[in-house]
């Protein structure tokens, strides 16, 4: 380039050259000739030809030597604005060209800054943009993952990542880094029907279920969207769960109360003291079905997010008393002793009312296998769970024990150790759920200990009162 500009320079450098020697030829000459009568025209002509020529040679280099330094002054303005030009191709926005002067090229550099900078103004909006929608995306609960139409990941969120670990990354086959069929499948016919797909992955990660979205993008791949419902599905479960047992317990009783009711009114005149056995019988299908319809009823309303404690500070040996006092009329047929193993006298937290159904429930469960120890322990001890002080309630007996496999189910409503003798001791299977919400609703925790042969403890906790903490 520099070159070039070096040789139209000293083109123009030679045409104005000619120009004046033609001007000394034809004006020049001839005026010097009419002023110079002493001298001969020839020889006139022949010392002005010379000293054209010699003016000539000296403008010659003159003009060489400006040509160099306009040239090579020129060719460095250009070589910066190549430079210039490279270096926001290489993505350095912040690149300028110095300015100098106020010519033409000058004009031209200051217009390039000047789109440069709003190059860069935009580039930084959108990155900012680019950083609020990772930001966004990366706060969803739901795992996000974007490909190309070849397959390869284009981007992922932050709760993509920790489901499917560093597997995932950019420009990686989504195939290499997910082994989930389903939603292979699903990103699979987004990109070739391009139609939005949805399905349930329950592969993804242990013990848990997604439904998965997935869409064709404008401009080609395909995003997919996994939200976890592993806590909708078990809801549901659990719902259907709830009515399926409901209706067998109380499909239960009613049978039973049918049929005896069905062979009493097919006798014209029953025998009485058949009639008596089948009405108790009745009576006592019925009793059942009411309690069940009590404790459904209970367990709803601790269960309701409606549901208010009536809390008030009440000493632990107290609570211990009074559940020992009310209940006692409970075991006093049964042959079972129901007794008090100390507590102290650190103030809590609790409903009286709720608290008496809380050690009724316990006491009664326990009554059904306490049979064979013949007695039953109430007591409370002062304990710290992390730090936290707070009063450990027991319920104890000493029965046949519970194996371990139940011991974290125990609490589910209608689970049964042994179904048959639950129905035969009149148990719904709701007492111990209604415990544990119970105690929930309290902030304390509920558990269960027991072996084989040497009975079961249910334990549950409720805070201190604060004033007391802090006196």
Known sequence: MKSKIFTKLLGLFVVLLLLQAAAMEFVLIPFMANRALELPVGKASFLLGHEALYSGLIALAVALTLAVWVAGRIAVRLARIILFARQLAAGELGARIPLSGEDTLSSLESALNNAAERLEASHAEIESRRQELAAMLDSMKEAVVAVTAEGQVRWS????????GTQIRADRPLV??????ELLACVKAALEKREAQSGLSSSLAPGRIFEINAAPMPRGGALAVLHDITRVESAENSRRQFVANVSHELRTPLTSIQGYVETLMEEPRPNRKTADEFLAIILKNATRMNRITEDLLALASVESPDYKLKLQPARASVLVADAIDSLGG??????VALEASGAPDALVMADPDAMNQVFGNLVENALKYAKAGKRILVGAR???SEGVPEVDFCVRDFGPGIASEHLSRIFERFYRIDKARSREAGGTGLGLAIVKHIVLAHGGRIWAESSLGQGAAFHFTLPLNKDAVNG
């Not at 290499?176 to 069929?181: G, M, Y």
């Open 382 to 384: 002062l304990i710290e």
């Open 176 to 181: 290499l880094a997910v082994r989930d069929p």
């Open 330 to 335: 409970l075991v006093v047929d049964s042959g």
């Open 157 to 164: 969120n932050a709760q993509m990542q920790r489901i499917v």
